[in-house]
C-alpha cells in the first residue's frame, strides 16, 4: 500500500481488483452504480481512508469500508486489505449467491430440443400441404 494521502475513485476500484480495468470502473462510475458516503460519484472523486462505497455489481450491492489507498493494482490479498465489507452486505451477497445456486435452470423449462432431421421433414410436409383460410379465399 501506498502512503498517498488522496486518489481517484475509479483507479482505487481497479487497484481493489473490483474491476478488471480502470475504463470498467469508470464506466460503472459513470452510469451512477458507484456512490461515496451516500453521494453519487464522479470517476475523478478523490478517496480517504475511512469513506464508505457503495457499489453494484451485477444484482449485488456491496457497501465496503475504505481501509488503504494504493494506486498500483496488485496481489488479491493486498487488494482484499484496502478494504472491509461491511457485515450486513456479506449477509446480501451470500444470501444472493445461495438463491442463485437453488434457482430454477433455463434449460430445464425446454422439453424437447432442436428437432431431428426427420421431425424437420414432417415440419415441412405438413406446411406444405397444410391449407389456410386466405389461401383458401385466394385460390376460390
Known amino acids: 500500500m501506498s502512503q498517498d494521502t488522496r486518489i481517484r475513485l475509479d483507479k482505487w476500484l481497479w487497484a481493489a481488483r473490483f474491476y478488471k480495468t ?3 470502473a469508470a464506466e460503472e462510475i459513470g452510469r ?15 478517496l480517504r481512508v475511512g469513506d464508505r462505497i457503495v457499489l453494484r455489481q451485477d444484482a449485488v450491492e456491496r457497501t465496503v469500508d475504505l481501509l488503504g489507498l494504493s494506486s498500483v ?48 421433414r ?14 383458401v379465399e385466394n385460390a376460390g
Open 22 to 24: 480502470r475504463a470498467l
Open 73 to 120: 493494482r496488485g496481489p488479491a490479498p493486498v487488494a482484499q486489505a484496502l478494504y472491509a465489507e461491511t457485515p450486513e452486505s456479506l449477509a446480501l451477497r451470500l444470501k444472493a449467491a445461495e438463491a442463485r445456486r437453488l434457482g430454477t435452470e433455463p434449460a430445464d423449462a425446454i422439453e424437447q430440443g432442436r428437432p431431428t432431421k426427420r421431425n424437420r
Open 32 to 46: 451512477g452504480r458507484v456512490s461515496v458516503n451516500g453521494q453519487l460519484a464522479k470517476a475523478s472523486r478523490e
Open 122 to 135: 414432417q415440419l415441412a410436409d405438413w406446411q406444405r400441404w397444410s391449407a389456410s383460410a386466405d389461401d
